[in-house]
Antibody, heavy 118, light 107 residues
Framework: EVQLVESGGGLVQPGGSLRLSCAAS????????MNWVRQAPGKGPEWVSY????????YYRDSVKGRFTISRDNAKNSLYLQMNSLRAEDTAVYYCARFSAWNWFDSWGQGTRVTVSS | EIVLTQSPATLSLSPGERATLSCRASQSVTTYLAWYQQKPGQAPRLLIYDASNTATGIPARFSGSGSGTDFTLTISSLEPEDFALYYCQQRGNWPLTFGGGTKVEIK
């Protein structure tokens, strides 16, 4: 069974940092492209960042470029999101989401909540 | 950025009725469109991909159609567990984007 378990969320002040982790199991993690998707309270999902299976291809949405860094450790079956210079508008539940063979989000974690507030 | 506009925002129907949800893209995404279902406190679940392909384990009452800029998700006969939020999502261009959602509620 595919499992994605996020951790690392919490309450942080504006300008602060957090590092999210996603532990993957039940599939060949190193063969899959992965993403972070967030969802602000009462809003639809919003794609944040993508990383290819080897880590060599990376994309970000414009609003997080220069502040967020996606990475992965295939030996540890783990995905990460380093978030710096956090803003109130980054407040959301953050999900790690696997890309299927057809590049759709076919598996999601349960999410970890990030709240940016003073 | 491709903007996806979903309509209606809310659909009030009874169990057994047919639901028709719309998603319009601001520019062509060919057939690179998916539909997700989300229930309160849960992550989205993939229902339909590439506009008309049903994801693994999804009941046959769910179907998708469309291409270019206009897409439809149809639920042929609503079951109690189908009352939820539905989002469309495109991968025709980066950044990947989602629509604002349609809530299917019990009438």
């Amino acid at each position: 069974e595919v499992q994605l378990v996020e951790s690392g969320g919490g309450l942080v002040q504006p300008g602060g940092s957090l590092r999210l982790s996603c532990a993957a199991s039940g599939f060949a993690f190193s063969s899959y492209e992965m993403n972070w998707v967030r969802q602000a309270p009462g809003k639809g999902p919003e794609w944040v960042s993508y990383i290819g299976s080897s880590g060599s291809k990376i994309y970000y949405r414009d609003s997080v470029k220069g502040r967020f860094t996606i990475s992965r450790d295939n030996a540890k079956n783990s995905l990460y999101l380093q978030m710096n210079s956090l803003r109130a508008e980054d407040t959301a539940v953050y999900y790690c989401a696997r890309f299927s063979a057809w590049n759709w989000f076919d598996s999601w974690g349960q999410g970890t909540r990030v709240t940016v507030s003073s | 950025e491709i903007v996806l506009t979903q309509s209606p925002a809310t659909l009030s129907l009874s169990p057994g009725e047919r639901a028709t949800l719309s998603c319009r893209a601001s520019q062509s995404v060919t057939t690179y469109l998916a539909w997700y279902q989300q229930k309160p406190g849960q992550a989205p679940r993939l229902l339909i991909y590439d506009a008309s392909n049903t994801a693994t384990g999804i009941p046959a009452r769910f179907s998708g159609s469309g291409s270019g800029t206009d897409f439809t998700l149809t639920i042929s006969s609503l079951e109690p567990e189908d009352f939820a939020l539905y989002y469309c999502q495109q991968r025709g261009n980066w950044p990947l984007t989602f629509g604002g959602g349609t809530k299917v509620e019990i009438k």
